[in-house]
């Protein structure tokens, strides 16, 4: 079996050295652990770094794409490698990668088809009280959003095994974290969390310039991620909510006209009627959403079923570099060559 460790990168010429000196090249259950670096559009030295410390193989993007691309663009790599169990970590060391065999056990022992690892986010000594809490209270969201136990829904300290990488497709263009979750609870991806340790702060984080941005971007990637998966629950809630307020003016016009006294309250009556309208309106989107909805899950099928295809074929990885050792073919495509593609040995980039 082949373990493949995937780091996405932007500008990590300082971390790097860090990060990969702490990552193992053996785990129990594996026959092969190799490295790969996504390279979101560094303009600094992260690539001649990465290749310094004796990375496998580079998936090297044009210019900066954002944290979920570089996610997905990492898996898609991996599968194409060869990957039997995928690895995601992040570039500046935040977790202990001594905790690497614990994540991917419960995959080894089949038990689990995605393991989130779970900070414990109380013990780590540099979120502050009320970060701990709105951590807490967003993976308490996540979790019911998702129908999933993980405890800590925005670790990237994951393991996904084959099946599970085939089947996830992040569209967010800011974080994979909650997506993927949710995703995963609404697809045949058995999920497990399992405790690991974070390793002391190297730099602040890049995604968030405050911790109020931090939870005003996640309530909103929350909301959109969970009503593209439940859209008839999430639209057809407020068309009720709509529906319940337009009779509170309604009652009252009803009463006075009852007591002689409606034409002073026409304003509810129009009121009551907005409301209505409204009401009627975002009910009809819960029915296109829902129809919407039912066109995504066969789109995902096919991307599935097309990911599948290419796998077989062994089509190379997009912007794909072999690293510090490559070793022929296997090194620089990941697979077989498809029928009548030629070897690409002599190549540094198999697909632009």
Same mark, same amino acid.
């Given at each position: 079996m082949k373990l493949i460790i995937q780091i996405p990168c932007f500008n990590e010429e300082q971390t790097l050295p860090t990060t990969l000196n702490d990552l193992p090249r053996?785990?129990?259950?594996?026959?092969?652990?190799?490295?790969?670096?996504?390279?979101?559009?560094?303009?600094?030295?992260?690539?001649?770094?990465?290749?310094?410390?004796?990375?496998?193989?580079?998936?090297?993007?044009?210019?900066?794409?954002?944290?979920?691309?570089?996610?997905?663009?990492?898996?898609?790599?991996?599968?194409?490698?060869?990957?039997?169990?995928?690895?995601?970590?992040?570039?500046d060391n935040q977790y202990?990668?001594? !905790?690497?065999?614990?994540?991917?056990?419960?995959?080894?022992?089949?038990?689990?088809?995605?393991?989130?690892?779970?900070?414990?986010?109380?013990?780590?000594?540099?979120?502050?009280?009320?970060?701990?809490?709105l951590q807490k209270l967003g993976s308490a969201v996540v979790r019911r959003a998702s129908e999933t136990e993980i405890a800590d829904a925005t670790s990237g300290f994951r393991a996904y095994n084959r099946e599970a990488a085939i089947q996830l497709a992040v569209v967010s263009r800011?974080?994979?974290?909650?997506?993927?979750?949710?995703?995963?609870?609404?697809?045949?991806?058995?999920?497990?969390?399992?405790?690991?340790?974070?390793?002391?702060?190297?730099?602040?984080?890049?995604?968030?310039?405050?911790?109020?941005? !931090?939870?005003?971007?996640?309530?909103?990637?929350?909301?959109?991620? !969970?009503?593209?998966?439940?859209?008839?629950?999430?639209f057809m809630s407020a068309a009720v909510l709509l529906?319940?307020?337009?009779?509170?003016?309604?009652?009252?016009?009803?009463?006075?006209?009852?007591?002689?006294?409606?034409a002073g309250h026409v304003q509810s009556l129009i009121f009551g009627g907005v409301l209505f309208m409204a009401s009627v309106t975002v009910g009809a989107i819960a029915v296109l959403g829902d129809l919407l909805h039912g066109q995504r899950i066969l789109t995902q099928r096919v991307y599935e079923r097309v990911r599948r295809i290419e796998l077989q074929l062994g089509v190379p990885p997009s912007h794909y570099e072999p690293g510090a050792h490559p070793t022929g073919q296997e090194?620089?495509?990941g697979a077989k060559a498809a029928p009548g593609i030629q070897s690409t040995d002599e190549h540094d980039a198999v697909r632009p």
């Open positions: 053996e785990v129990p259950g594996f026959d092969e652990v190799e490295w790969l670096v996504i390279d979101d559009g560094s303009v600094d030295r992260t690539l001649e770094v990465a290749r310094a410390h004796g990375v496998d193989h580079i998936v090297k993007l044009t210019n900066n794409k954002g944290l979920a691309a570089g996610f997905q663009a990492g898996l898609d790599a991996g599968l194409k490698l060869g990957a039997d169990v995928i690895v995601n970590t992040d570039a202990d990668a001594s !905790y690497i065999p614990d994540l991917v056990a419960p995959i080894v022992a089949g038990e689990a088809d995605m393991v989130v690892g779970d900070r414990q986010v109380e013990k780590i000594e540099h979120f502050s009280p009320l970060k701990v809490r800011f974080t994979y974290t909650l997506e993927s979750l949710i995703q995963a609870g609404k697809l045949l991806v058995a999920t497990k969390h399992v405790p690991v340790s974070t390793n002391e702060k190297l730099r602040e984080s890049r995604l968030f310039p405050s911790m109020w941005a !931090y939870v005003r971007r996640n309530t909103v990637s929350i909301f959109r991620i !969970y009503a593209q998966y439940e859209p008839m629950r999430v529906f319940v307020l337009a009779l509170i003016p309604w009652i009252r016009f009803f009463v006075s006209w009852v007591q002689g006294e409606g090194a620089t495509t």
